[in-house]
């Protein structure tokens, strides 16, 4: 009998690192383990008030270690000898500033604790400055860089992120030979590959957070940069000209890593890319089907032929770039920069209260204190969505903004914030928490209508993720509002499985990615449809949220 061959994905979340060991033959997950980062979980280095979120590359290169060790020890005897390759996704855009040899600063004397040289995380929105100016000047050149990235830069992107940083620690701007994206430095650390200018860079983190396109010949001009700010000269040459989809060999396992984490010496290791592109592959992303990753916010994927859609330039999206999500496919990104973040801070702000009277009381021991908080914490969302179901959609008086985090797209906006409008003495929690899930449905809306407004069109929905597989009031909410029929990917991890189809390739076991999800792919749990009659309500409601939305822009630029 021929012994079966196993692929690793590695899923680099907000919170968490996640290890998922794959059969290849068959798709079945054999084994997974999870690691919380334990700095970011202490708050270190975070400043969220304004906006500040970094990670320690330490975070990262423990967590790798321990999950994938861990997972093989969980899996079946025989399972190691036979992994044949390693694949990575990660949060993005979330770079780094490295030394010469790829290292990165804050693991380097005088910057250990320096938040500045830590990984910008994705969420991390201190850019807004900068991406406005990187907006202004592209609408003066004589090429607009950020046309395909839907013609909007966001503070969530790698260039608004590093100049930020240069600009606000000398210290950082002088120890900075270049830049390197997370999901390119955990290929180039397990392949002993970490120079700036040699290893192997993600198209997928390139083209859209970078303004990289071939059409350009690469990253920005020299000039568009320098222009941007002096600062920045020079430092083009220290990137990168080359990039590399998901299917590509990044390079073999090194000797040291391959002892550490208890792996074969010859497992191939593959280009990175990001966690929802990976998402979309696990989830069994097909031509024309939105696939959403719907979590603390979401990323909306979608695909088509290069030869339908390659050359229409897609208004107010993150990006379309070639082979960023299937090789081979126009790979189209999209997203809302907060959705299950909406419900947590709503939960937080009817939490405080609860935890400050408690924690205070002299009724009741200590122990008692603890529980009695982790309790309701963990009640706050069952309990609204329970009453909420039960609220006649007649009643909808409240409208909401999802802009909590600014707005990723349609048009990035990280400046808008959120609203609720509408409120009553009547207003409770229920209805307050309802019009909030609405309100996300509707910032979905509005993507699936850009795309549509585009030209392209969109057959289905696919979604993946936490809120996918745990709320179906959520879901159903999302499905009347679309308007269309929405399909749960099986699998509780679908990143990683997405990164272990893409290792597959990558080891050779499969020609295509295509070929690896008909082998691997979980398939569907549920299909959530819509339902007439809230399909017509829901219609009208949604005009008052477009109406609001005006309103509010319109207003805060008077301002």
Known sequence: MTQAKYTIGLDYGTDSVRSLIVNVENGEEVASVVFEYPRWKKGMYCDAPNNQFRQHPKDYLEGMEFTIVEALKKAPAGVAENVVGISIDTTGSTPIAVDEKGTPLSLTPGFEENP???????????????????????REWSIDFTKFEGGVYSSEWFWAKLLHVIREDAGVFRAANSWVEHCDWIPAILTGNANPKTLKRSRCAAGHKAMWHEAFGGLPTEEFLVKLDPLLSGLKDRLFKETFTCDVSAGTITPEWAAKLGLPANVKVGVGAFDAHLGALGAEIEPYFLSKVMGTSTCDMLIAPMEEVGDKLISGICGQVDGSIVPGMLGMEAGQSAFGDIYAWF???????????????????????????AEISSRIIPELTRAAELIPMEESSIVALDWM???RTPDAN??????ISGLNLGSDAPRIFRALVEATAFGSKAIVDRFVSEGVRIDGVIALGGVAKKSPFVMQIVCDVLNMPIKVARSEQACALG???????????????????????GGFETTYSPIPENVARYAKLYE??????KVIEFGLKSI
């Open 347 to 373: 939960k937080n702000v009817l939490l405080w209260p609860a935890e400050k009277i408690i924690s205070e009381s002299q009724l009741i021991g200590e122990a008692t204190k603890t529980k009695m908080i």
């Open 405 to 407: 985090n600014g707005r």
């Open 499 to 521: 990164s272990a189809m893409a290792a597959a390739v990558v080891a050779g076991v499969y020609s295509t990615t295509s070929e690896a999800q008909k082998k691997m792919g």
């Open 414 to 419: 990280q400046n808008l914030k959120g609203v």
């Open 116 to 138: 500045n040289a830590m990984f910008v995380l994705w969420k991390d929105h201190t850019g807004v400055k900068e991406a406005d100016e990187i907006n202004q000047l592209a």
């Open 544 to 549: 008052k949220y477009v109406a609001l939305g």
